[in-house]
């Protein structure tokens, strides 16, 4: 069955980089789109970024653009966030999230918590 | 992108039905059909309930329905059942290749 697990959150001073990784299983990761989206604690989801099957297009919120960098290496089926300059409002479980059809994410991961405090 | 706009809540009885509207604009969910909704419960990760505004993935009980009119769309969960107490969250494409998400709706069963 898919799975997309999450992992590398924890907590970060504020100006500090982390990289999150998304491992996908399960199905063929080559043929999505990939998706980044947050939500921070007792708050609504918010979409980061979206990269397409192939890596070659990206994009991103306004509120991450220039901060946040995603990939993607196909040949081990891993999607990742590159995230820095990192704010105290970007505290947040981070969701990597796969596209089904078109404009809809259909299997998510569990969530990884960034925590951005000095 | 401003997020779309969801009432904070709604609630019915084991049975009812209960609808929740998602309000955007002509540039997100009144000028495309990529419209879906996302139910989740605390501490978890969204589950995809509608997509492309009416369509179920499978799996998905058919007391849950999407529909749209103009910049507003909606999802209605009929029969209510205890089990559906969750928040629900609508989502659309806002062009250039973006996304937004609604507020959230906290749906409680009474």
């Known amino acids: 069955q898919v799975q997309l697990v999450e992992s590398g959150g924890g907590v970060v001073q504020p100006g500090g980089s982390l990289r999150l990784s998304c491992a996908a299983s399960g199905f063929t990761f080559t043929r999505h789109a990939m998706y980044w989206v947050r939500q921070a604690p007792g708050k609504g989801l918010e979409w980061l970024a979206v990269i397409s099957s192939d890596g070659r297009q990206k994009y991103y919120a306004d509120s991450v653009r220039g901060r946040f960098t995603v990939s993607r290496d196909n040949s081990n089926n891993t999607l990742s966030l590159q995230m820095n300059s990192l704010r105290s409002e970007d505290t947040a479980v981070f969701f990597c999230?796969?596209?089904?059809?078109?404009?809809?994410?259909?299997?998510w991961g569990q969530g990884t918590l960034v925590t951005v405090s000095s | 992108q401003s997020a779309l706009t969801q009432p904070p809540s709604a609630s019915g009885s084991p049975g009812q039905s209960v609808t929740m509207s998602c309000t955007g604009t002509s540039g997100d969910v009144g000028g495309n059909n990529y419209v879906s909704w996302y139910q989740q419960y605390p501490g978890k990760a969204p589950k995809l309930m509608i997509y492309e505004v009416n369509k179920r993935p499978s799996g998905v009980p058919d007391r849950f329905s999407g529909s749209k009119s103009g910049n507003t769309a909606s999802l209605t969960v009929s029969g209510l059942q205890a089990e559906d107490e969750a928040d629900y969250y609508c989502?659309?494409?806002?062009?250039?290749?973006?996304?937004?998400f609604g507020t959230g709706t906290k749906v409680t069963v009474l």
């Open positions: 999230a796969r596209e089904g059809r078109p404009g809809s994410f259909d299997s």
């Open positions: 989502s659309s494409y806002a062009g250039n290749n973006n996304y937004v």
